[in-house]
């Protein structure tokens, strides 16, 4: 069995994901648009063809999935949900932090817990809370 987040964004999938791409590494290795979708895929919206229909980041044995919220569809937010990653130590996991940080929102400056080296929490700029943990305590 495999465990892979899939985020929904509503028109921002593309840019965020090629910014993890670049933040978290790996490579965005499918990223379809519902203009490109095979017909029949049924009646879409005009306008809706650039929104993604289906976007997959791969980095090291993980997958990152996402679309854009369906078009017509109203969108929440991503709600109740982070993404956690943990790096062998705290100096890989700071400037993930500080990257995922610019245009967000941090909730939990980095500090060391009782069970990393280095913690912190940030709600990145296109809604994703990421928990990054840097350095983690034997317990």
């Known amino acids: 069995m495999q465990f ?3 985020l929904t964004f509503d028109g921002s999938c593309a840019e965020a994901m090629k ?13 379809m648009r519902f203009g490109d979708a095979p017909k ?3 009646e879409m919206p005009p306008g809706s063809e650039d929104r993604i229909m289906h ?3 791969n980095f090291q044995d993980s997958l990152l ?3 854009d ?3 017509g569809q109203p969108y929440e937010g991503i709600k109740n949900v982070g993404i956690a990653l943990t790096y062998p130590t705290p100096d890989e996991a700071k400037p993930v932090f500080n990257a995922l940080s610019e245009g967000g929102q941090v909730t939990m400056p980095m500090s060391e817990t009782f069970w990393a080296e280095s913690f912190g929490m940030v709600t990145d700029r296109f809604g994703t809370t990421w928990l990054i943990s840097g350095g983690p305590k034997a317990m």
């Open 4 to 6: 892979q987040p899939y």
């Open 19 to 31: 910014f993890y791409e670049r933040v978290i590494g790996g490579n965005v290795n499918m990223m």
């Open 40 to 42: 029949p895929c049924g």
């Open 55 to 57: 976007a997959c980041l």
């Open 65 to 67: 999935m996402a679309s």
């Open 69 to 71: 919220s369906m078009p």
